[in-house]
């Protein structure tokens, strides 16, 4: 079984930067495509960015795509993402979620999830 915790959400002001972070175990990091998901209030939970199991891939959301980036390190089992030029509507909670195989940007099946951390971003 694998266990998520996310971390460094916070209040941020427009513009600013936040970086978010995953704690993985319960199996090597090297092994799971990782990725970071978010859902505002009243609205689904939306894709964002994806990183494959080497650092080799990555894939992001177009609302996401140059301010956002996702990276991860395996000797470590944690995963980032680095948000920059925050707007007010990223405003969310941020989950982290892993699955053995890409495609979790194509909507394919998240095989584990955190709980979420919450990233408020204020004008």
């Known amino acids: 079984q694998v266990q998520l915790v996310e971390s460094g959400g916070g209040l941020v002001q427009v513009g600013g930067s936040l970086r978010v972070s995953c704690a993985a175990s319960?199996?090597?990091?090297?092994?799971?495509?990782m990725g970071w998901f978010r859902q505002a209030p009243g609205k689904d939970r939306e894709f964002v960015a994806t990183?494959?199991?080497?650092?080799?891939?990555?894939s992001y959301a177009e609302s996401v795509k140059g301010r956002f980036a996702v990276s991860r390190d395996n000797a470590k089992n944690m995963v980032y993402l680095q948000m920059n030029s925050l707007k007010t509507e990223d405003t969310a909670v941020y989950y982290c979620?892993?699955?053995?195989?890409?495609?979790?940007?194509?909507?394919?099946?998240?095989?584990?999830w955190g709980r979420g951390t919450q990233v408020t971003v204020s004008s």
């Open positions: 319960g199996r090597p990091l090297s092994t799971l495509v």
């Open positions: 979620a892993a699955s053995p195989n890409w495609g979790m940007n194509l909507g394919h099946e998240v095989h584990y």
């Open positions: 990183i494959g199991w080497m650092a080799a891939r990555t």
